[in-house]
């Protein structure tokens, strides 16, 4: 079945980065897509970016152009989601999700990061 | 600003039928938004159970459905289940940026 393991929670200082992973399995990981999508605490979701994996096509919310990067690697069907420049309010669950021809599948299982002096 | 509103908040008796609706700032939500619906429990990652407007996944309960009417998305649900008691948003897209509503949390009493 499909499947989407992501990398464990990470605490950082404001100003740094953060790279989070998303581990795909159980389908052929190069002709879908993958979104990323973030939840602050006692927040609603909020969607951060998209990236094909079969041609690296992107597109970023607006508002997080710039500081966001979604990334794929294709020969370990994981997929990267770098957000630079971490600030409090970056504080969240992160989630990467299957997202191919405007269809949402699977998710994965969140990872916290903590933005914290 | 591109703006997606749904009911903060619904209740619904078990067994009844509640539907929930999704609103775009931009006007009236078609197919070409390719409204999709999330389902998110307390402490849990969300799960997607309706995607296209109307499709439903293979772990979707029949229960749920989803359509267009009056210029909004809706989902509905048939016969609620106390644990149906969950937020759900929807996700419309504008020109390839996705954009959630706000939630609607269920009650089920």
């Known amino acids: 079945q499909v499947q989407l393991v992501q990398s464990g929670s990470e605490v950082k200082k404001p100003g740094a980065s953060v790279k989070v992973s998303c581990k795909a399995s159980?389908?052929?990981?190069?002709?879908?897509?993958i979104s990323w999508v973030r939840q602050a605490p006692g927040q609603g979701l909020e969607w951060m970016g998209w990236?094909?994996?079969?041609?690296?096509?992107?597109n970023y919310a607006h508002h997080l152009q710039g500081r966001v990067t979604v990334t794929t690697d294709t020969s370990t069907s994981t997929a990267y989601m770098e957000l630079k420049s971490l600030r409090s309010d970056d504080t969240a669950v992160y989630y990467c999700?299957?997202?191919?021809?405007?269809?949402?599948?699977?998710w994965g299982q969140g990872t916290l990061v903590i933005v914290s002096s | 600003q591109t703006v997606v509103t749904q009911e903060p908040s619904l209740t619904v008796s078990p067994g009844g039928t509640v539907t929930l609706t999704c609103a775009s700032s931009?006007?009236?939500?078609?197919?070409?938004?390719?409204p999709n619906w999330i389902q998110q429990k307390p402490g849990q990652a969300p799960r997607t159970l309706i995607y296209?407007?109307?499709n439903k996944h293979s772990w979707t309960p029949a229960r749920f459905s989803g359509s267009l009417l009056g210029g909004k998305a809706t989902l509905t649900l048939s016969g609620v289940e106390s644990e149906d008691e969950a937020e759900y948003y929807c996700?419309?897209?504008?020109?390839?940026?996705?954009?959630f509503g706000g939630g609607t949390k269920l009650t089920v009493l």
């Open positions: 999700a299957r997202d191919y021809d405007y269809i949402w599948g699977s």
């Open positions: 931009t006007g009236a939500v078609t197919s070409g938004y390719n």
């Open positions: 990236i094909s994996a079969y041609n690296g096509n992107t």
């Open positions: 296209k407007t109307g």
């Open positions: 159980g389908y052929t990981f190069s002709s879908s897509g």
């Open positions: 996700l419309l897209i504008y020109g390839g940026a996705w954009v």
